[in-house]
């Protein structure tokens, strides 16, 4: 399924972004607590 093919229209815009991943401390970076986020070699569309 594409943008296009569900909305009959064609998209004006695109982006990509690199996947994501959390090794350890999912939601302390808000509290001063240790993260350790890496970039996966995937990405989005």
Known sequence: MTFETI???P???SAQAHARVNLMG???DYNN???LPT???S???
Request: charged residues 10%; proline residues 6%; glycine residues 12%.
């Open 7 to 9: 909305l009959g229209i």
């Open 43 to 45: 990405k989005t569309t």
């Open 26 to 28: 999912e939601h302390t």
């Open 33 to 35: 607590g240790f993260v």
């Open 11 to 13: 998209a004006q815009v």
């Open 39 to 41: 970039l996966l070699p």
